[in-house]
């Protein structure tokens, strides 16, 4: 071989070697561009094949939902349309689609193929019984006080609209639902709905009764239509057709399912916010609110693993605290908020959270037979908080937070709520209290008092809120039942008296003078010591 010969192979092979480092240099770039920017050409190729012909036409006919999809870790680590809206033939709400068999809702279950640790966690969680609320006070209000369990038969229709199938129950559906989660429904023929009460789906979240099936309103392509008032829903307790509870994109979002998002706190803030339960705005108010808002550029929420005290430690926000992993904790997170939670505040009367083998918390007040059922102790997630908190804190600052936090949860409970729930089902018991609820002005004001008041009072407390606390709060506490519970109470005793009920009138007094006779009432035998105390000051 000659030497120009050779010199003609070791051009043509490097200028091959170039060209080859040049490609996979592009390719390579195009990959670990941010996803959002990469040509759908590039995320095809890296589309699983069961999901390319989803994206390309997805791209013409949605393409935001696309482009979400795009900026996804899913997207990055080949995982498509149908990877995720997968179903098996036998679910309630799978039908063909272009060559495939899938469903519109992706529940629990179907994220726990890939995910079967968060699913269970979540599973056992108090977010996933959010559902609860449809036998709940607050879905009486919803659907009977705000709303109608019947047809509207106007005055005066509203022009161009058939106000007579205006849904009664919308304030529920737009409101409680969207948060707590409802029974996802399917449309029948006959203008009905079929729900998990009727489907009764098995181990397998597959309907046993499958003779309703055929009683489902379909398209030409064999999609069930979902009944408009229970669909779209992404609350956090959504009731599912195959069974299971939840939804991961009310926190995730969807398509993206974002980590970045679920880390701060406006995630938090759609359902955690309001009169009866303000924990984003008590978290604005507070050191750790104040500082997010100020460093949120150095929280580094982009981060694959977001540990705090290694990818953080400028601010805390919703889910370093309840949620995500830590230094302390070997960078464990979990899907169950309750773990590190010591008091539920929920109730009218706040619980300590020791929680049974199911994490249902233990109501038994005997210490024996609590002892006996308890299996994961509110010491225990308290010990758990503070392995977050110690991060930033001190243990005697730690240490002392609660103990200031514990102290009002007393106060509270001992003081306003433990007395109001005496004199409340005094009522009740002495019959001067109708069954149905919020038929009576004394039954409003006790709700607002410990489900309003009451609530904003501990959970300022347990969140460092000072205002929340007092003014929101406490102040509000007083107020109310010394303004209006204790006189409302009187005056119905009065009234009972007055209509022959004497003997149910004295027990509820009876009740009612115990109560402002103890110690924590006699703040009037104190007040003109105080008053001089302040003119002193004067």
């Known amino acids: 071989m000659s030497l120009n010969l050779k010199r003609v192979i070791v051009f043509v092979l490097g200028t091959a070697l170039c060209a080859a480092l040049i490609v996979v240099a592009e390719t390579e770039s195009r990959r670990h561009q941010p996803p959002h920017k990469m040509p759908l050409s590039t995320v095809l190729a890296m589309t699983p094949e069961s999901s390319r012909n989803c994206v390309d036409c997805h791209a013409q006919n949605s393409p935001m939902i696309v482009e979400h999809w795009k900026g996804s870790t899913h997207s990055r680590k080949g995982v498509g349309c149908v990877e995720c809206h997968q179903a098996e033939r036998g679910d309630a ?21 890939c995910h079967p640790k968060e699913a269970e966690e979540f599973a056992r969680s108090h977010h996933s019984k959010g559902g609860n609320i449809l036998a709940s006070l607050d879905n009486i209000l919803a659907e009977n006080a705000e709303g109608m369990r019947g047809f509207f038969d106007p005055h005066s229709p509203t022009p161009g609209r058939d106000v007579t199938r205006v849904n009664g129950m919308a304030s529920a559906d737009l409101g409680c639902r969207q948060c707590h989660g409802a029974k996802v ?124 005290g290694r990818d953080y430690s400028a601010a805390p926000t919703c889910a370093t605290c309840h949620m995500s992993g830590h230094t302390r904790n070997g960078g464990r997170i979990t899907h169950d908020p309750g773990e590190r939670i010591s008091w539920t505040n929920r109730p009218p009367i706040s619980l300590v959270m020791d929680v049974d083998k199911d994490h249902k918390v233990v109501t038994e007040t005997d210490p024996a037979k609590r002892a006996g059922v308890i299996a994961d102790s509110a010491e225990q997630k308290r010990n758990r908080m503070k392995d ?45 209290l109708t069954k149905l609820d919020f038929d009576e002005e ?89 008053s001089t105390g302040h003119a002193a000051q004067k």
């Open 93 to 113: 709400d799978g039908f063909d689609h272009y060559g495939q068999h899938i469903a519109t809702v992706v529940s629990p279950r179907d994220c726990a193929r």
């Open 185 to 308: 429904a399917l449309m029948t023929k006959d203008g009905g709905k079929v729900s998990v009460d009727e489907l009764k789906p098995g181990p397998d979240g597959k309907p046993t009764n499958t003779a309703i099936l055929a009683m489902l309103v379909r398209n030409d392509e064999g999609r069930p239509k979902y009944h408009p008032s229970t669909w779209p829903n992404t609350g956090i307790g959504r009731i599912n057709l195959d069974g299971s509870l939840g939804s991961c994109s009310a926190c995730h979002s969807r398509h993206d399912f974002s980590p970045r998002r679920a880390r701060q706190p406006e995630s938090c803030g759609k359902c955690h916010m309001g009169p009866d339960h303000p924990q984003k705005e008590i978290y604005e108010e507070s050191k750790h609110g104040i500082a997010f808002r100020d460093l949120k550029e150095q929280m580094n929420l982009d981060s694959d693993s977001w540990i705090l």
């Open 442 to 530: 004394i039954e409003w004001t006790w709700y607002l008092l410990w489900h309003h008041e009451g609530r904003r009072a501990r959970m300022g407390a347990s969140m460092m809120g000072p205002d929340f606390t007092h003014w929101h709060g406490m102040f509000e506490v007083a107020e109310r039942f010394y303004q209006e519970l204790i006189p409302q109470a009187q005056h119905l005793v009065a009234e009972a008296a007055a209509n022959g009920k004497t003997s149910q009138a004295e027990a509820v007094n009876a009740v009612i003078k115990d109560v402002l006779s103890r110690p924590e009432h006699g703040w009037r035998q104190f007040g003109d010591a105080l």
């Open 388 to 432: 977050v908190c110690l991060h930033c804190h001190t243990p005697d600052y730690v240490n002392g937070f609660y103990q200031q936090y514990d102290d009002l949860v007393v106060l509270y409970n001992e003081k306003f709520a433990k007395a109001g729930k005496k004199i409340m089902t005094a009522f009740y018991e002495q019959g001067l």
